[in-house]
């Protein structure tokens, strides 16, 4: 698989693999009445696996990067992520992307100028996880470069550095 530019869009979407990638946080971007912004944005917060990396060791490494990821005049979002009920006992574990589904929407009435589709991201975990929506496209922004990795996440303290800054101006919040 080869490695994407620093922005890809829905155009690069059969020569996209979002497989295993490490979803982070989700956030809701709705119209601003006040201001006469208008958009239904779906973003998430992830690391993208740029590039799967096979050594002449047999070991295969990573090409990862903290990135957004905001599909663009969403409809009818529907989350089906449960991690089951453990009396209280098992922390919530990391979500990864498993498949990302595209197909086209012909009767609808957001976009009447551009196709408009249902997405369906599948989840690796927790199983059977799943977020559906329909929206007119993505965008895909990396938003520092592609750290050669051992795992298909970025470890903590490097994802912090490329994310947030330097580790320590940050504190910390444990509670």
Request: proline share 5%.
């Amino acid at each position: 698989m080869g490695a994407l530019p620093h922005f890809a869009t829905q155009a690069d979407f059969d020569g996209l693999s979002l497989h295993d990638d490490t979803i982070y946080g989700l956030r809701l971007d709705t119209a601003d009445a006040e201001r006469a912004l208008w958009r239904a944005d779906l973003v998430l917060d992830i690391d993208h696996i740029v590039e799967w990396v096979c050594g002449s060791d047999k070991r295969t490494r990573f090409r990862v990067a903290p990135a957004t990821l905001a599909f663009h005049k969403v409809t009818d979002l529907m989350l089906a992520i449960d991690w089951g009920d453990s009396g209280y006992q098992t922390m919530l574990y990391s979500t990864a992307i498993d498949s990302l589904v595209r197909e086209t929407v012909t009767e609808q009435k957001i976009c009447f100028d551009q196709p408009y589709y249902r997405w369906t991201i599948a989840l690796n975990s927790p199983k059977g996880g799943r977020i559906a929506f329909g929206a007119s496209g993505f965008t895909l922004a990396l938003r520092a470069p592609p750290i050669l990795s051992d795992e298909q996440q970025l470890p903590p303290l490097i994802r912090d550095t490329c994310v947030r800054g330097n580790p320590a101006d940050l504190g910390t919040s444990e509670g």
